[in-house]
């Protein structure tokens, strides 16, 4: 576990990248690696939330696809709200009032990426989503990027990944 960790010695930053969604008490971790950091020193993280993505007008396909990576995260203990917390946990932690930023990508048209995304999201995530959340049936993962793309395609729509959110802060 992160949490466990010994360090050298101090650091001029501490960067992670959706690695704190899945710590069972990020704000301990943060506190920890913030006691790592020298004066003057960064904390910056980023990490998803999950369940901002979207699409307009409603994709079906889409829209349960996402429903099913949340429920797959959330089962296998993953935070899919973290990048939400982030504000609250640089806090919590004792760290300078941090500043926030958000990242998305959305797409419409022909050859969607988040038709893609989504169906390479789901496919990684079928061993969690077949022990109790959807069947293979359901799944049909074998059609799920073409219906994703149709639906999306048809209604003259796009889709919104899960944002980004980074949120950092320098020590005084």
Known sequence: ???????????????????????????????????????GGIAAFQEFHIRGAHSFPPSPAFEQCMEWIAAAFARTGTDTRMGMKLY??????????PTLSLDAGIWGGADNP????VTEVTRSLLPV???GIATEAEVAI???QDRVQREILAG????LSPPLIGCWSKLG
């Open 156 to 159: 003259g729509g796009v889709a």
């Open 142 to 144: 074998d059609s799920l």
């Open 114 to 117: 988040a038709a893609v995304m």
């Open 1 to 39: 576990r992160a949490a466990e960790l010994q360090f050298p010695g101090p650091f001029d930053a501490v960067v992670g990248r959706l690695v704190r969604m899945h710590q069972p008490d990020p704000v301990a971790l943060l506190r920890k690696l913030y006691r790592a950091l020298r004066p």
């Open 129 to 131: 989503l077949k022990a």
């Open 88 to 97: 609250s946990a640089f806090t919590g932690a004792g760290l300078p009032t």
